[in-house]
């Protein structure tokens, strides 16, 4: 395995890196000092205006649509080169946006491109990638086990040159977002087809479309996440047009099992980033306090937290990179085995390196002034956001149990 940038991503890192240095960490406080005020104003959901000045600035530095492999809209990297500069979008949790690289946007965007018909990229592709519009992906439902998505109830039905759709979805990441102009649904087109995996179906619904009612924004840990968030979603006999339909009915698990794999890896990069920020934060945090006659961070506990916070973020960025070479050279299905892994590696290491920075910050670690508790909230979701845990380990175990299974 050769781990070893090239050239062209290595001035990508550097360029990115100054674009952290210069307008990121620097308005980390306006960008949230805005949040509050608009939510102290009425609505929490109102776009910041930093991150869109900085949405300019990206773009003209170059910095835009790193995510998007073998495109000339995007940095045309592979996942192995995009990996780093992913990771450096991870340290500060609202960054990814500046250059376009968010979630569910990226996921959706991906999508449109691989699947989408010349008509649907022209309408919805194009405003993404430009950064005019933003997009919701809705999929997870309240009344349902969703880790099982075969056990999703939402019904897509012709009629005529119609679909007709409905359904409650909650954990609509975007949805209550004002800029969010187009959801990408997921429900079942043929329920009674003998194969699960072919009973569901991808529609495009446009936000505005009669009977599209957004519930309720649902907070994480108490914290809202605006202005993006996630909301609870009813359909009720949602009207699209035919030509809506995402790549065929019946397509529904394969683009979910596409769209999925990528994001997956994009959250484990971006949480290795956000570790290493937690590191820093503790180590800073650790020497500069005082405790019984000498400092936090010359505590043997201390040493030794610090120590295998190293340990753990190193072995999740080879896991990392390693599912991330093995997605470009043999595929994504190929390595199904290798993003499960990482998918269960990156949160849980990521949830304890900032459990022991909370911890080093003392009663500051639990409030909102260092990020440190928001790092966390966000960390602890991700170990059941695109698959828990208990799938992906499962998943994992079937492989490997596999090999000692007589051939048939």
Not at 224 to 240: I, Q
Not at 328 to 334: E, I, L, P, R, Y
Request: aromatic content about 8%.
């Amino acid at each position: 395995m050769d781990f070893q940038y090239s050239s062209k991503v290595q001035a990508l890192q550097a360029r990115l890196l100054a674009f952290m240095d210069e307008h990121i960490y620097p308005n980390e406080k306006t960008f949230f000092g805005e949040i509050t005020a608009n939510r102290q104003a009425g609505d929490a959901w109102k776009p910041t205006r930093i991150v869109e000045q900085l949405k300019a600035k990206a773009r003209e530095a170059g910095l835009w649509n790193l995510f998007l492999p073998e495109s000339d809209q995007g940095a045309g990297l592979t996942n192995l080169e995009y990996a780093p500069l992913c990771e450096i979008m991870g340290r500060a949790l609202w960054s990814a946006e500046v250059f376009n690289c968010s979630a569910p946007d990226t996921g959706n965007m991906e999508v449109l491109a691989r699947y989408g018909t010349p008509a649907q990229q022209a309408q919805w592709l194009t405003p993404l990638l430009n950064g005019e519009i933003r997009s919701c992906f809705a999929m997870t439902e309240p009344a349902v086990a969703s880790s099982d998505a075969t056990n999703i109830e939402a019904s897509i039905v012709r009629e005529g040159d119609e679909y007709v759709i409905n359904g409650r979805k909650w954990w609509s990441s975007g949805a209550n977002d004002p800029r969010c102009k187009v959801f990408i649904f997921m429900g079942k087109s043929d329920p009674q087809n003998e194969n699960r995996h072919k009973q569901q179906s991808m529609i495009i619904v446009p936000r505005d479309t009669p009977g599209v009612t957004v519930l309720r924004a649902l907070p994480v840990f108490g914290y809202d996440d605006a202005p993006h968030g996630h909301g609870e979603v009813l359909f009720e006999n949602v009207r699209v047009p035919a030509a809506n339909m995402l790549l065929g009915e019946g397509r529904g698990f394969e683009i979910a099992q596409g769209r999925l794999g990528p994001g997956r890896i994009h959250h484990c990069m971006r949480l290795i980033g956000l570790a290493e920020r937690s590191l820093e934060d503790m180590c800073k945090r650790s020497l500069s306090r005082v405790a019984f006659g000498k400092r936090v961070a010359e505590q043997g506990v201390t040493l030794e937290r610090i120590a295998n916070a190293r340990i753990l973020i190193d072995q999740a960025r080879f896991l990392v990179l390693n599912a991330a070479q093995m997605m470009d050279t043999v595929g994504n299905k190929a390595a199904a085995k290798e993003i499960a892994m990482i998918k269960v590696a990156a949160p849980n290491m990521a949830c304890q390196v900032i459990d022991w920075a909370i911890q080093a910050h003392g009663g500051g670690g639990v409030s909102d002034d260092f990020g440190v508790a928001y790092a966390y909230a966000q960390a602890r979701t991700l170990r059941l956001a695109d698959g828990p845990d208990e799938v992906h380990r499962n998943q994992i175990g079937k492989m490997e149990l596999k090999k000692y299974l007589p051939s048939r």
